[in-house]
């Protein structure tokens, strides 16, 4: 596989990033992961926008124009022939003496990858997947997507030990999001609920193709928090993400949500969210 690394494309054994890049001792940097279908990208512009938002909250600037990125993103899905599955663009902060506070002026690390992944025929898809809820222990700016992923790797693996597909976060009795996408119910009433953006979810850029074509669907939507035990009374559950698109959630702590299979409403609004990014 090639990859980029900082203006060059180099076989993956080949690309080299500093033991002293604040990204490696510090997380100190964002990323985005966009999904490629039909060896072409999907919704990258929200993508990119996202991330000059990361970058700004962190006070990086971007190592790049958004037409050079997206140039590079187009290089590597061509050189490495990938048809279906991912490109992965990190911006850490760059190389400095392992300090706390950085200095002014360091020049910012730009690595891109690509994963081939069959996003279209996930088996996941067809029978849901089962999730856990765990309490959520990342910081307070969940907004920002940053590299620090520890608390949502623990997550998902509090879930596979319990042999789980993923893990939903909960705050305050509150579900906030799952742990790499957004968390929504489709209540008995037929309402579609899912966290309002706020500073505890990242704001999905899938979540907002998902709420649009809800909209243009007259379903009725409430942007607000809801509870495990309502998501167990629920008549269907899903996530969404870049890599999943909308995937229905069958099964809340080993209990069924609805009928134990993927719901009407989740099944639609996957397959209009892949019918508009085809
Ligand atoms: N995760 N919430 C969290 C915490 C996420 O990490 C993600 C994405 C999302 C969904 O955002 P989007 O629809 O823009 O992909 C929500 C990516 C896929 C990842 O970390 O691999």
Known sequence: ?????????LPEEEAKVSVFDRGFLF????????????????????????????????????????????AIQKALIERNDVQQGLVYLQVTRGVADRD??????????????????NLLQNPQAERGIRVITTEDIRWKRRDIKTVGLLAPSMAKMIAKRAGADDAWLVEAGKVT??????????????????????????AGITRKAVLELARTSDLK??????????????????ISSATTFVMPVVGIDGQPV???RPGPVSRRLRELYISMAL
Not at 33 to 53: F, I, K, P, Q, T
Not at 55 to 69: G, H, N, Q, T, V
Not at 100 to 117: D, H, I, N, R
Not at 221 to 238: G, K, S, Y
């Open 27 to 70: 997380a100190d940097g964002v990323y985005e992961v966009s999904s490629v279908l039909h060896g072409r990208l999907v919704d990258n512009a929200g993508h990119l926008a996202r991330l000059h938002r990361s970058l700004a909250e962190l006070e990086m600037a971007a190592p790049a124009s958004d037409a050079e990125i997206e």
């Open 100 to 117: 706390f506070a950085y200095p002014e002026g360091v020049q910012p690390t730009l690595v891109m990858f690509t994963q081939s992944k």
């Open 221 to 238: 939507i409430q942007e607000r928090p809801f509870t495990v035990p309502e998501a167990l009374d629920a008549a269907e559950a899903f």
């Open 177 to 202: 999001e799952g742990s790499s996408n957004n968390a929504y119910i489709v209540t008995r009433d037929g309402t579609l609920v899912t966290r309002q953006l706020g500073n505890e979810i990242l």
């Open 258 to 260: 609805g009928d134990g």
């Open 1 to 9: 596989r090639i990859v980029y690394v900082n203006g060059a494309y």
